[in-house]
């Protein structure tokens, strides 16, 4: 029949499809539907015809046939999908914001540098064996000097600028700690050896002017143990130095020195250049002093009944404030004290970015 | 300690340079301070004549100079000095000299319409002193042409070393020398020790009155001099000595200065004609004895204070400062020289004492050398009549002498135990020989014996710095510190651990890190519950800063006011330090204080900015109290916090009958008194207070999820404004029984709707089956548990 032939379902499908693409809304698409595929729909009125066609044009016609049904069927399946997004296209686009506007504040807060350089200096030690260990601020005469080998007229006390507080009933005055030292002291009397012990803390000088602050903070380190002698003081510092500073062939020197409770002692020294005004740590001409160290002086091992002939190891001591002034390039002490949230913002760290072994100890920038 | 270069050449023969020299001092324990060679500065400064002098046309206080410089033509230069004339010779600066002590380089100008072509030069100028009336006249032989500097013996550099407290001997050139010696750079020239055959008898005498008290003064020896002149120091003595910042006064006063630096041996010059009688009395001061120094201040005297009198009274004060009323002076025709060993403790006690410094004080009572009043006294007595002719007598000498002999033991094998390095034996005695030391051998060990000059020397890891000193710290061996287990260990423990977590969690929550100082103003101790004569330091900076701090909070509410005057209104910080509570270290605690001033946020436009209210603090210190291993849902609030809060928006965070954190607005009084403007808020823990933890291994308990879907109930309460909600929550949660699983309060209202004194709280509660999904049923019999406890125990009637 002439309804059925090539031609004609071609334009059929041609023309539903046409009128598919041409739809403007889901009513008008769904009155395409039902015109093409409904009961009484176009398509469904020519396959009513394929009942009187022989068996071979009536298989021929067939095909032909489901293919435009499916080709119909397809159209109106694509535009349904269509027609819905073009609605919420037209939709979004009203709800358009500026999104160059600021995005809400975070709370942007930063760990202290003394804090942070602090755990830099624990985590090189935990490297290499040592314990924390800590001890009071406000200290005894005997804890701070005398057991230190620094007898009450020693002019090396004089050099402590020590702060004093009031003389109790017996006459005895406490000290403001001049120096971590008394740990070492504190550590010996309770524990025997093997000793390493690293020590975080306050201490106190009465002094105050530009380069130095009535309070600041030292690191003391104390080794006892078998068979350890200044060869492994000159080892553990010149790796500590190396691993602080991030410089792997940092030259460090150590010269004679007198502390009251080394002997033999000796000042630690770092490679340094001074060019162009600015300082930098490594390999140069010159030479910064950032450590005191030595062999623990046979009196202090006796003071804290340990036997001199038979025990003997090194002690050490640094300021935190200057290490991380060196390390991180700030340049006023008194800055450090301040609260200054400008300085913070700038100087602090992070609060996630702790300084491991295996994640670096330079921190990240500020 | 500071001494020039060819100072040190007087005792030190050697071919190295300066610079070698001043690499080695350092790492002989010699820390060089400065080196400042004037020769350099002044390189450009030559000896000139003046030719002519006339004046200036168009100024009444310049002389135009014609100024023969040695070479070439003469240069016009205008000088406003008056002594300029012809025939003077000066020196001279050059156009394109700088001249240090007007900081300038010079260039060719007009003054007043005359060419200057340079500058005839003042000391001052030149920065060689002071005087700047005018210009240096040098005298008439001075070479025309030739460097001022050699010819002024300026071109002699100045070395500063510092000195640790160890090395007395080196508190002299002498003993610098000898170390530079025994280290290889040269060799120590002799010093004539013979004695001196002194020609009369001493008019004045020793007489130790100490009553078995000796020891003060082992060793006192006195040389008087005859006929002496006391004229300015010949010119090598009086550049060294202006070459190290001390000024020459005389020849007398200037030896005993030179001494001191030289052999490092102080000493003390008495004119006899004002010592009355012919003793002087080494013994301790009297009961309000008073003593006028050199310094021209007065002393009051204390009982245990050494001194030296005649019979007058003390007019010395042993090792630290002659006296006014017997010193020499210009006039000074007979000396008397005292050479003595003091007590160094007793030297630094009355020192310390009277707050009275002085080069002698500082060498007594580091150690001097013992032996000195013997072996030096020729060598000085020669200097003194060589420089101010007479005669001097024979010495007088008190004290029963000073037993410095010891022998220390030392096994050669010490050094390689004690430091790593392998030397032989032989090279370890040379060294100690070098040094003086004297070194016996016996079949095991060394008998050593430390010089006169090496008081600190105790024992033998003394004797081996030294070796190792002298064979150079540059050969210690450098071994790694060997390792204690194959993975490094934890270097804190559990408690430790708690101030770094607790850091980075709060300043995650947005406060910023400060360190503040342990100590603060008595008025602000005060206010937080502290200060008291037992806290307050003896000898503050300030008395901003001389009370040991009772609390963190006020350090930081400080810093916020510095901040608000930066124009950062808006600050959160916080502080983990110490606390002090008495003097004993079981006073002291760990603190953790934090503080929010003004808002939550800078101006913005979504709307979440807000003032810092109560809550905020409240949140910070349950957040912290979480790090420290808190369970903070078992806390509860009391409110009797300290009184520098707020007293109605204040509390104390409990753990049973355990005061944990305290919180709240600070109190409108404290925020006043910092000047602060706007609402501030805090909280502090001990960390101490809180118990750590029982340590449980890394393992969690196991974890039971509900297959079951929860449900939640909301309730809203109308109860008394004066109940507690925690009070209600509690008496839900106990209704609410076992399957309660959250419960959120999540509306507070007063006003409109509910009467006055009372409240509406709105609160969700949700519920977490174990076993089977509820039933209506069983969600009811709930419900109503909570509505019968909330109004049983709270008053509570559920809104309709």
């Known amino acids: 029949m002439q309804g059925l032939d090539a031609q004609s379902l071609k334009s059929v499908s041609d023309e539903i499809v046409q009128a598919v693409d041409a739809a403007e809304n889901l009513e008008a698409l769904d009155a395409i539907r039902v015109n093409a595929l409904g009961k009484k729909g176009r398509i469904s ?45 037209e939709k979004l686009a009203t709800e358009a914001i500026d ?101 975080p803390g306050r201490t106190y000088r009465s002094d105050h002017d530009a380069t130095h602050s009535p309070m600041f903070h030292q690191c003391e380190g104390l080794v006892i143990g078998d068979g350890i002698h200044m060869g492994h003081l000159k080892g ?32 630690v020294d770092i490679g340094c250049t001074r060019d162009g005004g600015g300082l930098k740590i490594g390999a140069g001409d010159d030479w910064l002093e950032i450590l005191g160290s030595g062999m623990v002086n046979p009196r202090v091992l006796a003071n804290c009944g340990y036997d001199p002939e038979k025990y003997q190891g090194f002690a050490f001591g640094m300021g935190i404030e200057r290490i991380a002034m060196l390390k991180y390039g700030i340049p006023d002490l008194r800055t450090f004290y301040d609260s200054d949230l400008r300085w913070m913002r700038h100087y602090g760290f992070l609060p996630f970015d702790a300084p491991s072994i295996h994640a670096g100890l330079v921190g990240g920038a500020g | 300690m500071k001494f020039t270069r060819d100072w040190l050449f007087d005792h030190l023969q050697t071919d190295r340079t300066l610079d070698e020299i001043l690499d080695a001092l350092p790492m002989l324990g010699l820390e060089v301070e400065s080196v400042v060679d004037r020769a350099a500065a002044l390189a450009p400064f030559t000896i000139a004549e003046v030719l002519s002098a006339t004046q200036h046309p168009n100024a009444d206080k310049l002389r135009v100079c014609m100024v023969s410089t040695g070479s070439g033509d003469p240069v016009q230069v205008v000088c406003g000095a008056p002594n300029a004339r012809a025939g003077m010779k000066g020196v001279f600066a050059p156009v394109g000299a700088f001249v240090p002590g007007i900081e300038l380089t010079l260039k060719a100008g007009e003054i007043r319409g005359e060419a200057s072509n340079g500058m005839l030069c003042s000391e001052r100028e030149m920065q060689l002193s002071d005087e700047h009336d005018g210009i240096i006249e040098l005298p008439a032989d001075a070479p025309v042409g030739v460097p001022f500097a050699p010819y002024a013996g300026l071109d002699d550099p100045i070395i500063e070393i510092a000195i640790t407290p160890n090395r007395a001997d080196c508190l002299g050139v002498r003993g610098v020398a000898r170390d530079l010696a025994a280290a290889g750079f040269g060799s120590l020239k002799p010093l004539d020790t013979t004695p001196h055959q002194g020609s009369f008898d001493s008019p004045v005498r020793w007489q130790l009155d100490l009553d078995g008290q000796d020891h003060l003064c082992p060793s006192i020896t006195g040389i008087a001099f005859d006929h002496v002149a006391n004229p300015a120091s010949p010119e090598w003595m ?40 012919d003793r002087l009395h080494v013994r301790l001061a009297k009961p309000g004895e008073k003593f006028a120094a050199l310094n021209e201040k007065t002393y009051d005297l204390a009982a245990d204070m050494l001194v030296i009198a005649d019979a007058d009274g003390a007019d010395d004060l042993a090792g630290v400062m002659g006296g006014e009323r017997t010193g020499v002076c210009a006039d000074t025709k007979r000396m008397f020289l005292e050479i003595a060993i003091f007590d160094p403790i007793s030297v630094a006690t009355t020192g310390r004492k009277l707050n009275l410094h002085s080069d002698a004080r500082y060498r007594f009572e580091r150690g001097l050398d013992a032996t000195a009043p013997q072996i030096m006294a020729g060598h000085i007595a020669r200097l003194v009549t060589s420089i101010c002719g007479g005669k001097a007598s024979h010495e007088v000498e008190a004290g029963r002498g000073v037993d410095w002999h010891r022998q220390i033991d030392l096994s050669p094998e010490k050094l390689k135990r004690l430091t790593g390095i392998d030397l032989p034996a032989e090279r370890q005695k040379q060294i100690l020989e070098s040094l003086g030391f004297i070194v016996e051998e016996s ?40 390792r204690t287990h194959v993975v490094s260990q934890p270097a804190v ?3 430790q651990l708690r101030p770094l977590q607790l850091r980075r969690a709060l300043a995650e929550c947005g406060l910023m890190e400060a360190v503040t100082f342990s100590f603060l103003a ?79 946020a800078p101006r913005e436009w979504h709307g979440v900015r807000r ?44 753990q049973g009958r355990t005061k944990l954190a305290s919180f709240g607005e600070l109190h409108p009084n404290i925020a006043s008194h910092f000047g602060l403007r706007g609402p501030v808020v805090g909280f502090e823990l001990f960390l101490d207070d809180v118990p750590l933890a029982k340590a449980k291994g890394p393992a969690r308990s196991l974890l039971k999820m509900s297959a079951f879907q929860p449900v939640n109930r909301d309730f809203a309460f109308v109860l008394d404004t004066d109940v507690a909600a925690s009070d209600l929550l509690r008496a839900i949660k106990s209704a609410a029984g076992p399957l309660l699983s959250d419960i959120q309060l999540f509306d507070v209202y007063q006003g409109k709707g509910i009467e006055d004194g009372k409240k509406s709280l709105a609160v969700t509660i949700t519920l977490t089956p174990q076993k089977a999904t509820l039933t209506e049923e069983e969600i009811e019999k709930i419900s109503a548990a909570v509505v019968a406890l909330a109004k049983k125990n709270c008053g509570a009637i559920l809104r309709g």
Not at chain 1, 106 to 127: C, D, K, Q, Y
Not at chain 2, 252 to 274: C, E, F, Q, S
Not at chain 2, 448 to 468: F, K, N, Q, Y
Request: hydrophobic share 40%.
């Open chain 1, 45 to 89: 009125l020519l396959m009513r015809e394929l009942g009187g066609m022989d068996a071979d044009a009536r298989k021929a016609a067939g095909q032909a046939l489901n293919i435009v049904k499916d080709q119909v069927a397809a159209a109106l399946e694509a535009k349904q999908f269509v027609l819905p997004q073009a609605a919420l296209n």
């Open chain 1, 99 to 199: 999104v160059s506007l600021p995005s809400r504040p975070s709370r942007e807060a930063r760990l202290h540098p003394l804090s942070r350089t602090i755990e830099e200096v624990l985590a090189i030690f935990a490297e290499m064996g040592f314990q924390v260990a800590e001890g009071p601020d406000i200290e005894s005469d005997y804890y701070n000097f005398t057991a230190l080998n620094i007898p009450p007229e020693h002019p090396a006390r004089q050099e402590h600028d020590t702060f004093y507080l009031p003389a109790n009933a017996d006459g005895q005055r406490k000290v403001l700690r001049t120096h971590t030292s008394p740990v070492q002291i504190r550590t010996m009397e309770a524990k025997e050896p093997p000793i390493r012990i690293i020590v």
């Open chain 1, 236 to 267: 553990c510092l010149i790796d500590f130095c190396r691993a602080f500073f991030g410089v792997d062939d940092l030259p460090v020197r150590f010269r004679p020195s007198y502390f009251p409770f080394t002997e033999p002692s000796a000042e």
């Open chain 2, 238 to 277: 009086a550049r060294r000595l202006t070459a190290i910042g001390q000024r020459p006064i005389s020849a007398l006063v200037d030896i005993t200065n030179y001494v001191m630096i030289d052999l490092g041996r102080p000493l003390h010059a008495y004119d006899i004609d004002k010592i009355n009688g």
């Open chain 2, 443 to 482: 079949a095991s060990s060394w008998q050593v014996t430390p010089p006169s000059w090496r008081g600190d020397i105790d024992g033998a890891a003394d004797l081996v710095e030294e070796i190792a000193r002298i064979h150079g710290f540059d050969h210690l061996p450098v071994m790694a510190l060997p």
């Open chain 2, 493 to 495: 423990n559990a408690e």
């Open chain 2, 522 to 600: 008595p008025k602000e101790a005060g206010l937080f519950g502290g200060g008291g004569a037992a806290l307050t330091l003896v000898n503050p900076i300030s008395a901003d800063l001389s009370v040991m701090r009772p609390s963190a909070l006020p350090n930081l509410l400080q810093a916020a006011g510095r901040n608000q005057d930066r124009g950062e209104a808006d600050c959160a910080l916080f502080e983990i330090g110490p606390v002090f509570l008495g003097d004993e270290p079981t006073d002291q605690r760990t603190a953790c204080a934090g503080i929010r001033h003004g808002h939550t």
């Open chain 2, 611 to 654: 003032t810092v209210d109560v809550f905020d603090a409240k949140s910070d210190a349950e957040m912290a109290l979480g790090v420290l291993g808190v369970r903070t849902a078992s806390l509860s609030v009391d409110k009797s916090a300290p009184d520098y809060f707020h007293p109605g928006r204040s509390g104390i965070l409990m």
